[in-house]
């Protein structure tokens, strides 16, 4: 009989999917060729980076807070230098092209939700990384759109 997952947090799941909002809208924008200008944005494919730069950096950060909490574990220095990973390629995503940039931004999405599958387990609920597999799958899937149309 298999377990019972445990309810996540709805305000959790609010701000999780919420946070898809920005890359769903902008992605739309740029593939669509909506301009923004009357908004004020100028270039919404460089406000879809800097944001994945963002979430990145956060998604990363899961583990810096799962670190502090296993002060006494073995995998506590792997969790803290594996939680300023994610923010460094983010950071050096920002210096290629803009279409590059989204693409190798989408792409790391992915492979921190198959790192955080496989070093999360057992630390995190499993509902989390369920959520963090819709969440990556929309998210990188926006930003590899975007690439192709920036």
């Not at 073995?74 to 920002?94: G, T």
């Given at each position: 009989m298999?377990s019972?997952?445990?309810?996540?947090?709805?305000?959790?799941?609010?701000?999780?999917?919420?946070?898809?909002?920005?890359?769903?809208?902008?992605?739309?924008?740029?593939?669509?060729?909506?301009?923004?200008?009357?908004?004020?944005?100028?270039d919404?494919?460089?406000?879809?980076?800097?944001?994945?730069a963002?979430?990145?950096?956060?998604?990363?950060?899961?583990?810096?807070?799962?670190?502090?909490?296993?002060?006494?574990?073995?995998?506590?220095?792997?969790?803290?230098?594996?939680?300023?990973?994610?923010?460094?390629?983010?950071?050096?995503?920002l210096f290629?092209?803009?279409?590059?940039?989204l693409?190798?931004?989408?792409?790391t999405?992915l492979?921190?939700?198959?790192i955080?599958?496989?070093?999360l387990?057992g630390?995190?609920?499993?509902?989390y990384?369920?959520?963090?597999?819709?969440?990556?799958?929309?998210?990188?899937s926006?930003?590899?759109?975007a690439?192709?149309?920036?």
């Amino acid at each position: 009989m298999q377990s019972e997952i445990p309810n996540f947090p709805l305000v959790a799941k609010a701000l999780g999917y919420g946070g898809v909002i920005p890359f769903v809208a902008l992605s739309f924008c740029i593939i669509a060729g909506v301009d923004l200008g009357s908004l004020g944005v100028t270039d919404a494919a460089d406000k879809l980076l800097g944001y994945g730069a963002v979430i990145v950096s956060f998604i990363g950060a899961v583990h810096w807070g799962i670190a502090l909490q296993s002060l006494h574990s073995k995998s506590q220095n792997r969790l803290f230098l594996y939680s300023v990973v994610p923010a460094l390629l983010a950071w050096v995503w920002l210096f290629f092209s803009v279409k590059a940039a989204l693409a190798g931004m989408g792409l790391t999405v992915l492979l921190m939700f198959f790192i955080d599958r496989w070093s999360l387990a057992g630390l995190v609920s499993p509902a989390y990384l369920k959520m963090r597999l819709h969440l990556s799958v929309v998210v990188a899937s926006c930003l590899l759109l975007a690439a192709l149309r920036a």
